[in-house]
């Protein structure tokens, strides 16, 4: 069974830092790229970040510069570390993987 389990969200004031978890299990992990997504009350969930099983990058242009994604293979986890915090980055954060699994979620707040 695949389970995808996100942690580390919660409420941060603006310019401040998160770093979001993602623990895997049920997947070869190393063999598949793995995603963040978000999606904002109201909006449509969108990508925020992807990396690649050779660790390749990419990030929407609104992150840019401010989140980064990494992975480690041994402990199965991806991780995003979001940092200046902006109020229009609060949302649920979903962890992707193998483009058919997706957690749960975790909630981000970014307030004033």
């Known amino acids: 069974q695949v389970q995808l389990v996100e942690s580390g969200g919660g409420l941060v004031q603006a310019g401040g830092s998160l770093r979001l978890s993602c623990a895997v299990s049920?997947?070869?992990?190393?063999?598949?790229?793995m995603s963040w997504y978000r999606q904002a009350p109201g909006k449509q969930r969108e990508l925020v970040a992807q990396?690649?099983?050779?660790?390749?990058?990419n990030y929407a242009d609104s992150v840019k510069d401010r989140f980064t994604i990494s992975r480690d293979n041994a402990e199965k986890t991806v991780y995003l570390q979001m940092n200046g915090l902006k109020q229009e980055d609060t949302a649920v954060y979903y962890c992707?993987?193998?483009?058919?699994?997706w957690g749960k979620g975790t909630l981000v707040t970014v307030s004033e």
């Open positions: 992707r993987g193998a483009i058919a699994y």
């Open positions: 990396i690649g099983r050779g660790y390749s990058t």
């Open positions: 049920g997947l070869i992990f190393s063999n598949y790229a």
